[in-house]
DNA sequence: GCACCCTGATTGACGAGTCAATCAGGGTCA
DNA sequence: TGACCCTGATTGACTCGTCAATCAGGGTGC
């Protein structure tokens, strides 16, 4: 019994350590730059066995960005459903998405810069699943406004897309800088965020 | 000396032809998927005319993204020394922006997609001239505190990447979307975002 | 006849994905 | 208990296509 779970579980292990050994190298060299031999060597893995557990490098990467970003839609369904202002609301997204960085940033770098921010390659693959959190970051501004705590001549999806852009040109900097990022910055980036965007929405 | 222009042209026009090309097939297929055959067909043009003007294919798309970014910097520039209120420079810096998209959008979702957004590839390489807009938005919102029309508790600095941030997040969602986008939207979206992120840095 | 523009076949490197072979553990039956 | 088999994990050399970059030569105007 145990000997069987040891032998799934290791199976279950090696999987995870490619996966892990992919966002470092991919973080590192970006996707186009790394080989199918850089992962299975910083896996600690043989080349071969990168395609028994994927059909293909690019499925490794879909499958890094499929994991993470349904915790996000997660969290901001979550956000949607929590009693509280709407502004609170929006802060609880930012901090999320700081958090998830400030947890990985690894994994965050790798999803923004070869998922999000890549229009012509795996950003169209995943369109679909990116413009759900943006619908559902617009649904938390309309509903702000249908309760009067948000102005109602922005509409909900532009102000949804300056929102998520901001955060993402904030975390675009700390990858693009590569340094250790002080634990007061990211509540001071949810901070500025809520602030900002949210004082410019309020009602004039 | 007619023959001449059009000797010497002839040589200048080829290289521009390149150039235009070269928007095109990048701006459809990333750059990364376009083969430098790819230039040449669309340019009408030999595939070792592209080696004779160019160094390599990377020396194409830097050559693309500083023509353009120049004239960015210029636009930032121009923008501070224009007297106005600083809420009007930020706006003619978000108009400007916007404009070029509407010139030639090609053009501005190679330089975004492959330039700007690329952390890994492109954008490290140009990184100081990247920085050097966000700091000519950073020195609009700081002489802007100085001036007492923005609150002075957002560092400049910051409240420039979320300006910029939300400026690219816009256009991106123009570059996907991949339609002929109405002209009403680009007055629509420097409104917004003038509207938005300005209120939200005034003094409270 | 020289200086430059222009051509496109050729080369050489590189990397994704394949595949045939080995190995380890666990179940089965006498 | 031991002989046997089966499954699926693991290995890495190899194939095969692709593409950036080179190069040798053919025009053309002055």
């Known amino acids: ?4 779970a040891a032998h799934r579980s290791g199976a279950v292990d090696k999987r995870r350590q490619i996966l892990d050994a ?11 730059a790394t080989r199918v031999s850089d992962i299975a060597d910083e896996a600690g893995v043989a080349y ?36 509280g202002s709407h502004r609170e609301k929006l802060g609880a997204v930012a901090g999320f998405i700081f958090e998830s960085y400030r947890h990985d940033p690894e ?12 229009a012509n390659s795996f950003g169209r693959t995943h369109l679909e699943e990116i413009r759900r959190a943006y619908e559902g970051i617009a649904k938390i501004v309309a509903d702000g406004q249908a309760a009067g705590e ?7 999806r532009f102000a949804s897309q300056a929102f998520y852009g901001a955060v993402e040109q904030l975390l675009t900097e700390w990858i693009f800088d590569d340094v250790q990022v ?3 910055r990211f ?18």
Not at 22 to 32: D, E, L, S
């Open 107 to 118: 994994l965050m770098k790798v999803i923004i810069v070869e998922v999000t921010r890549a």
């Open 48 to 83: 071969g066995l990168v395609y028994h557990y994927f059909n293909s490098k690019d499925q490794v990467l879909n499958e890094l960005f499929l994991e993470r970003w349904s915790l996000l839609l997660a969290a901001i369904e979550e956000a949607e459903r929590t009693p």
């Open 182 to 184: 002080a634990d007061s």
């Open 22 to 32: 992919a966002v470092t190298v991919f973080a590192r060299q970006g996707f186009h």
């Open 1 to 4: 019994m145990e000997q069987r």
């Open 150 to 156: 948000f102005r109602s001549d922005v509409a909900p």
């Open 187 to 204: 509540e001071e980036a949810r901070n500025l965020l809520v602030t900002t965007i949210c004082d410019g929405l309020e009602p004039r």
